[in-house]
């Protein structure tokens, strides 16, 4: 049986890829199921540090496979979809979407849930919901207006338009974008510059923007002296390597 979501180790890094290139990675429960075990598997795995979520083929995905949702899903438990990706949100690593091709919808939904999205130049973004007349479940109420602002989420949502990878940058729902030629390279390198710094800093760091996003100025200041992490267990050793070489 072909596996939905495959699972490839680097040295220090893993690659996740949605494995329905024929249907262009369209999601379905099965797939989601595929996904959550993984994330489950990384969020206990040190020599793990880094995920990059990615698609086969042609394009990332394309969205909720809408012949399930018209048949109408076994899905395990109402809000799985949604925790399943809170779940990826929450691995205590860097966790970047790399996407090329179609990023729609419940595809966006997944997308918005890593880290942060490297885009290939030929990527396409969209929230297609109301076209569909749906509303979102996996997360695109929250996540798109924290990334690109309330007024630019609403227009997306409202119009179903499609941005290509310029856009994307410009607002601000992806990092940057590279000719697709390069796409592979730079997201390598893009790998090797984060897995260089410290685990430790990476998690304790996600843990820290997450609990203080939407404070006060202030109570973020008082969180960050309070109740951020301090140092590494690898912090002397880095410093000495770092002297050494000085």
Not at 15 to 23: A, E, F, G, I, V
Not at 56 to 66: E, I, P
Not at 162 to 188: C, K, T
Request: with cysteine; net charge negative.
């Amino acid at each position: 049986m072909t596996e939905l979501v495959l699972r490839k180790d680097f040295d220090g890094w893993t690659q996740l890829t949605l494995n329905r290139p024929d249907k262009l990675n369209s999601l379905n429960v099965e797939l989601f199921g595929e996904l959550r075990t993984h994330v489950e598997a990384l969020a206990g795995d040190a020599a793990s540090r880094c995920v990059v979520l990615r698609g086969a083929g042609k394009c990332f995905s394309a969205g909720h496979d809408l012949g399930d949702l018209a048949e109408g899903e076994a899905v395990p438990s109402p809000g799985w979809h949604s925790e399943t990706l809170r779940m990826l949100e929450r691995l205590p690593k860097p966790v970047i979407a790399a996407v090329h091709g179609h990023c729609y919808t419940g595809a966006l939904e997944m997308a918005l849930a890593c880290d942060f999205i490297v885009a290939a130049d030929n990527a396409r973004f969209g929230d297609t919901h109301a076209k569909w007349s749906l509303t979102p479940i996996w997360g695109m109420s929250q996540r798109l207006p924290r990334r690109v602002g309330l007024a630019t989420a609403k227009r997306l949502m409202f119009t179903a338009d499609m941005i290509d990878a310029n856009q994307a940058v410009r607002i601000g729902l992806a990092e940057y974008a590279v000719p697709l030629a390069d796409f592979d390279s730079e997201v390598e390198a893009l790998v090797a510059r984060i897995i260089a710094n410290a685990s430790f800093s990476h998690a304790a760091n996600k843990r820290l923007l997450e609990r203080t996003e939407g404070l006060s100025l202030d109570a973020g200041l008082q969180a960050e002296v309070w109740e951020g992490e301090g140092f590494g267990p690898d912090m002397q050793d880095r410093i000495a390597a770092f002297t050494k070489r000085s």
